[in-house]
């Protein structure tokens, strides 16, 4: 069972650049999210899709565009990287609100 | 502003005593409140879910508690292991939201 599958899982950028972080689920999620995670700061909310065809804003979505492809796939696209979105990007999803959430092995991504 | 808070020191106990662990949150109503255990270089992993209207759950040796009223969750792990060293995230829902604390990380020698 893949479960949630998040492309790449290290990718270095240089400071303007854009690029497009994949995320895959295989268990019929209704819900997907996207957070990153950096140092004592836990999991902060960019984005979230309730629902195929929906996307809503999260704690951070500045700088961040999200993309709802169809129930299996949401992305997390970066139009002007920045150091300050050096991160470890989390992709999850889940049934429903009332259940747990699944995550995604991570991205690590460095802005230089 | 809505603030999620867990302890922020990391909790350093021995094997077999209990750890706690605090989640408190302010100006947030939510309907359930849950728990994930996330190993370093690891996605957090799901443990517990409590609603609203339960005042503990059990599994195994996790206990959670969720008292609205006080805004705050108590997460206890009893007879602990080496194992069960790792960061603990607690998690709200609002709306099609999950939002999460910063996490406390708990070490447990031996």
């Known amino acids: 069972n893949a479960g949630v599958t998040q492309t790449p899982k290290f990718q270095v950028l240089k400071t303007g650049q854009s690029m497009t972080l994949q995320c895959a689920q295989d268990?019929?999620?209704?819900?997907m999210y996207w957070y990153r995670q950096d140092p004592g700061m836990g999991l902060r909310l960019i984005y979230y899709?309730?629902?195929?065809?929906?996307?809503d804003k999260g704690e951070v979505p500045n700088g961040y565009n999200v993309s709802r492809l169809n129930k299996r796939e949401f992305s997390l696209r970066l139009e002007s990287a920045a150091p300050s979105q050096t991160s470890v990007y989390f992709c999850?999803?889940?049934?429903?609100?009332?259940?747990?959430?699944?995550f995604g092995q991570g991205t690590r991504l460095t802005v230089v | 502003s809505q603030k999620i808070e867990q302890n922020s020191e990391a909790l350093n106990i021995q094997e077999g005593k209990t750890a706690t662990l605090t989640c408190n949150y302010t100006?947030?109503?939510?309907?359930?409140l849950q728990w994930y255990r996330q190993d370093p270089g690891r996605g957090p992993v799901f443990l517990l879910l409590i609603r609203e209207n339960e005042k503990e759950k059990r599994k195994e040796r996790l206990k959670v508690t969720f008292d609205t009223t006080l805004k705050q969750s108590l997460f206890h792990i009893t007879a602990s292991q080496p194992a069960d060293s790792a960061t603990y995230l607690c998690?709200?829902?609002?709306?099609?939201?999950?939002?999460f604390g910063q996490g406390t990380e708990l070490s447990v020698k031996p």
């Open positions: 268990m019929n999620h209704n819900s």
């Open positions: 998690a709200l829902g609002q709306g099609g939201k999950l939002i």
């Open positions: 100006n947030y109503s939510p309907a359930y």
């Open positions: 999850a999803s889940r049934q429903d609100p009332l259940k747990e959430a699944f």
């Open positions: 899709s309730a629902s195929e065809g929906t996307t």
